[in-house]
C-alpha cells in the first residue's frame, strides 16, 4: 500500500519534463489556482485497473463533479498551450492507493479491496501540487516541486 504522503489525485500527469518548463508550469499553476475556489470531494468506491485476476493497481474513486471537471479541463487547456498533450482518455478521478507486483500473490487483498464498502468520505480540495516522481525499486519518490492554494470562498 502507498504511504498515506504519496496518496494524491493526479490531475495531469506530465511525463519526462524539460527542467526548464518548470517555471512555466509554476506560473500556469499559480493562475488556475487563484481561478479556482476550494471545494469538496466525496470517494465513492473502490476498484482496480486491468482485470481482477491481472490487477496491478488499486484505486479508490472520486466523484465527478463540474468543479474537479472545470478545473481538470483548465489544466489540460493550460498545459496544452506549453506543449503537454492532452489525454486522449475520458477523465476518470481516482487516487492510487497501491501498486501489485504479482496479482497472484495479492488475489485476497485484491478482492478484499474490490468488496471494501468505505461510506461517505468527503474530503477539502485546498491546493494544487507540482510533483516529481522518481520510480525506484521501493516505491516512487515523490518530491513537491511547487505548491498553490486554491481561491478561499
Do not use: C
Not at 468506491?45 to 468543479?67: H, M, N, P, Q, Y
Request: glycine share 6%.
Amino acid at each position: 500500500m502507498e504511504k498515506i504522503e504519496k496518496i494524491h489525485l493526479t490531475l495531469k500527469f506530465l511525463g519526462d519534463t524539460d527542467t526548464t518548463k518548470i517555471l512555466d508550469l509554476r506560473s500556469s499553476i499559480s493562475q488556475i489556482a487563484s481561478a479556482h475556489h476550494r471545494f469538496n470531494l466525496t470517494i465513492e468506491r473502490t476498484g482496480v485497473f486491468r482485470k481482477s485476476r491481472k490487477a496491478r493497481v488499486l484505486w479508490i474513486g472520486v466523484e465527478k463533479t463540474d468543479k474537479l471537471d472545470r478545473l481538470y479541463a483548465d489544466i489540460e487547456n493550460a498545459l496544452a498551450e506549453q506543449g503537454f498533450t492532452k489525454e486522449n482518455r475520458r477523465f476518470s478521478p481516482h487516487i492510487t492507493i497501491g501498486r501489485i507486483r504479482d496479482p497472484r500473490r495479492a488475489k485476497p487483498i485484491i478482492e478484499q479491496h474490490i468488496a471494501a464498502d468505505l461510506g461517505t468520505i468527503k474530503s477539502t480540495v485546498d491546493e494544487l501540487v507540482l510533483y516529481e516522481s522518481v520510480l525506484r525499486p521501493g516505491g516512487a519518490l515523490y518530491t513537491v516541486l511547487y505548491k498553490a492554494n486554491l481561491a478561499a470562498p
